[in-house]
C-alpha cells in the first residue's frame, strides 16, 4: 500500500455516474485504494439522451490517461454555429481547445459515457457494488461507515459523494445544504435515423427559435442527434412529464418550431419514440462547505451547471482529479478537503453564473428575442477570439505538480 493509502484507509465512492468513476480512477491513481458503490441494480445504460465533454474535461481525464477511450465512443465537437429561427446567423465560437494529443471537444449519449467510465474503471480493478443506495453515514474518529437500504454497511478512511444532482449524501451531511433550482426549461432530445442533412459532422448547430431553441449534430451521414429546450412554468412534476406519451411530446414540439427556418420537423419525426428522453433542467448552488468530517462531495452532488453551459460532465471531471491531488499533497482530510473547495468553487460558481445568462436567452420573448438577435453578433465576434474561453475551455490541471507547493512525486508506488 501506498503511503497516501496508508495515510487515509480505503475510500468509499458513492456514486458510480461521471463524477464517481472518475473520482474513484484518480484516487487509484495517487495509491488510495476505494470501492464503488452505485444505487442503480446495473450500468446506466439507456439513461438521458447526450451530452458534451468540453476539452476541459478530456484535459483532466487525460492527466489520469482516461481520455482516450471517451472520445472513441463519441463524435468530435469543434465548433458550435449560434442562429435564429428565421436563418439568421448569429456567430461561431470554438467548442474546445485540443489536447496535446489532438483530442478535443466530445459529443456522445450519456448512457454511453457512463458505460466507458464504469467499464475502465472496473478494468482498472475497482470494485464496483450495484444495488447499494446510502441511507445513512456514520464516523468515528478513524473512520466512516456508509449504510445502505439493503441493510449491509461499509467502513472507509474517507467518503466521496458523487451521486448527483439527488445526492443522498448531501442531504445527509447538511440538511440545510442548496437544494436544486428549477431552471425554467425541459430539455428533450433524442437521435434521430436515417436523415441525411447537408450539415459538418464537427459542428454543433444550436438554434434561437422564435418559441423554443434547438440545437442538432450529425454523428454520421444519416443519424443525428438532437435535443430541444422549452420553457415551461410552473415546473412540471415527474409523475405529470412520465405520463405525456412520446407521440405527445414530438407532436408538441413539430408545433413548437413549425414557423422556424431549420429541420427541427424532420429529426423530431426520424427519431423512435422509445429514443426520445425528456427531463427538466436544474441548477445547484454549492453549499457553504463541501465537506463534513470525513466526507467530501463531488460532482453534481457539490454543484450543478444548467446543460445550457456545455460543462457539466467536465466539471465533475475535474473535481474528481483536483480531489485526488490534494488528498496527496494535504496531511490530514481537513486541510486536503478544504483545499480542493478552495481550487474548484471560484471556478464552479463562474461557470454557473455564465450558464444562468444563457438560460435566459432560451426564453427570451418577443422584445428580448429582437434585442439579442441584434446584440449577439457582436458578443460572438468578440468571444471568437481564441484567448476568451482559455480560462474555460483550456483549463489544465498539472496532475503532477503539487497542491499549493512545487513540483511532486506521486505517492503511488
Not at 24 to 48: K, W, Y
Not at 71 to 99: D, H, N, Q, W
Not at 240 to 264: C, H, I, N
Request: include cysteine; charge should be neutral.
Amino acid at each position: 500500500m501506498s503511503i497516501v493509502g496508508r495515510r487515509y484507509g480505503r475510500g468509499l465512492v458513492i456514486g458510480g455516474g461521471i463524477a464517481g468513476s472518475v473520482a474513484a480512477m484518480a484516487l487509484q491513481r495517487v495509491g488510495i485504494e476505494c470501492t464503488i458503490f452505485e444505487s442503480n441494480p446495473g450500468p446506466s445504460d439507456g439513461v438521458g439522451a447526450f451530452l458534451t465533454v468540453a476539452s476541459n474535461g478530456l484535459d483532466a481525464l487525460q492527466a489520469i490517461d482516461a481520455h482516450r477511450p471517451v472520445v472513441a465512443a463519441g463524435v468530435r465537437t469543434e465548433r458550435m454555429v449560434l442562429s435564429s429561427g428565421t436563418g439568421k446567423f448569429l456567430g461561431t465560437i470554438e467548442a474546445g481547445v485540443p489536447l496535446t494529443d489532438g483530442s478535443t471537444t466530445t459529443t456522445l449519449e450519456r448512457a454511453r459515457l457512463h458505460r466507458v467510465l464504469h467499464d475502465e474503471a472496473r478494468r482498472r480493478g475497482i470494485p464496483i457494488l450495484h444495488g447499494k443506495r446510502l441511507v445513512g453515514i456514520e464516523e468515528t474518529v478513524t473512520s466512516v461507515v456508509a449504510r445502505f437500504a439493503d441493510g449491509s454497511a461499509e467502513e472507509g478512511g474517507f467518503l466521496v459523494g458523487g451521486n448527483g444532482i439527488w445526492s443522498a449524501t448531501r442531504s445527509l451531511l447538511d440538511p440545510r445544504a442548496p437544494c436544486p433550482e428549477y431552471a425554467g426549461l425541459l430539455g428533450i432530445g433524442g437521435r434521430a435515423r436515417g436523415v441525411e442533412l447537408d450539415a459538418d459532422p464537427s459542428t454543433f448547430e444550436m438554434i434561437f427559435g422564435a418559441r423554443a431553441f434547438f440545437g442538432f449534430l450529425p454523428v454520421d451521414r444519416r443519424d443525428v442527434l438532437w435535443f430541444a429546450n422549452l420553457p415551461i412554468r410552473p415546473e412540471p412534476e415527474r409523475a405529470d412529464l412520465a405520463s405525456v406519451s412520446a407521440r405527445a411530446w414530438k407532436e408538441r414540439l413539430v408545433e413548437t418550431f413549425a414557423g422556424d427556418a431549420f429541420p427541427a420537423r424532420e429529426l423530431i419525426e426520424a427519431t423512435e419514440d422509445g429514443a426520445l428522453r425528456t427531463a427538466t433542467m436544474h441548477t445547484l448552488e454549492p453549499p457553504e462547505s463541501w465537506s463534513r468530517g470525513r466526507c467530501v462531495l463531488v460532482g453534481d452532488a457539490a454543484h450543478v451547471t444548467s446543460p445550457s453551459s456545455g460543462q457539466g460532465a467536465a466539471l465533475a471531471m475535474e473535481d474528481g482529479v483536483e480531489l485526488a491531488r490534494c488528498l496527496r499533497d494535504r496531511p490530514d482530510l481537513a486541510s486536503a478537503f478544504g483545499a480542493f473547495q478552495d481550487l474548484r468553487e471560484g471556478r464552479v460558481r463562474r461557470i454557473l453564473r455564465a450558464a444562468r445568462r444563457t438560460n435566459s436567452d432560451k426564453a427570451a420573448g418577443p422584445v428580448g428575442r429582437a434585442i439579442r438577435d441584434a446584440v449577439m453578433p457582436m458578443m460572438m465576434r468578440w468571444m471568437a477570439s481564441p484567448t476568451r474561453q482559455l480560462w474555460l475551455l483550456g483549463h489544465h490541471i498539472d496532475f503532477t505538480g503539487a497542491v499549493g507547493g512545487p513540483k511532486a512525486l506521486l505517492a503511488a508506488a
